[in-house]
T-cell receptor
Framework: QKEVEQNSGPLSVPEGAIASLNCTYS??????FFWYRQYSGKSPELIMF????GDKEDGRFTAQLNKASQYVSLLIRDSQPSDSATYLC???????????FGKGTTLSVSS | KAGVTQTPRYLIKTRGQQVTLSCSPI?????VSWYQQTPGQGLQFLFE???????NKGNFPGRFSGRQFSNSRSEMNVSTLELGDSALYLC??????????FGSGTRLTVV
């Protein structure tokens, strides 16, 4: 059974702080890793994807992948109240496989 | 550039009825996948179509089916509706492995 695990939260951080979101996956054959953000009542929105071990940065967001530990994380620097949402980790097995989602971590950024 | 369009946005059906949901992908995207989102189970993969062929299928009963047309538009059908089928149904399209773009979803309520 391919599983993706996330801490459901809520994760609460003050405005301007770094938010760290974590995700583990069980299938060593997983090749692509995605972070989606979902606001209440809205559909998921892609924030970042990462394929290779290491870090990938995009603005205030950094995705980190460690395939040996089967671990992927998302760092949000200078957190803003508008970042308050549920963050979904997803992986695919193979380049063109289906997305397998974790149940998401709720982030709350207080001003 | 138009996004992924799902219709209808909201639907109320009675147990035992059937329902058809529609998804128009982003122009040029040939892969369309469907997901069910519920508070308890999170986002779960239903199936994926590429060039009118079902390429992957999730662990859902046969009451859930889909198809894709030559213009890449896709429909999913749920027959003999059950109360537990109440969910947000999301369609996503992609052109390559770099992430899926989701539509706004169809909120199905079965009464």
């Amino acid at each position: 059974q391919k599983e993706v695990e996330q801490n459901s939260g809520p994760l609460s951080v003050p405005e301007g702080a770094i938010a760290s979101l974590n995700c583990t996956y069980s299938d060593r054959g997983s090749q692509s890793f995605f972070w989606y953000r979902q606001y209440s009542g809205k559909s998921p929105e892609l924030i970042m994807f990462i394929y290779s071990n290491g870090d990938k940065e995009d603005g205030r967001f950094t995705a980190q992948l460690n395939k040996a530990s089967q671990y992927v994380s998302l760092l949000i620097r200078d957190s803003q109240p508008s970042d308050s949402a549920t963050y979904l980790c997803a992986v695919t097995h193979g380049e063109m496989g289906a997305l397998i989602f974790g149940k998401g971590t709720t982030l709350s950024v207080s001003s | 550039k138009a996004g992924v369009t799902q219709t209808p946005r909201y639907l109320i059906k009675t147990r035992g009825q059937q329902v058809t949901l529609s998804c128009s992908p982003i122009s040029g995207h040939r892969s369309v996948s469907w997901y069910q989102q519920t508070p308890g189970q999170g986002l779960q993969f239903l199936f994926e179509y590429f060039s009118e062929t079902q390429r992957n299928k999730g662990n859902f009963p046969g009451r859930f089916s889909g198809r894709q047309f030559s213009n890449s538009r896709s429909e999913m059908n749920v027959s003999t509706l059950e109360l537990g089928d109440s969910a947000l149904y999301l369609c996503a399209s992609r052109v390559g492995p770099d992430g899926y773009t989701f539509g706004s979803g169809t909120r199905l309520t079965v009464v």
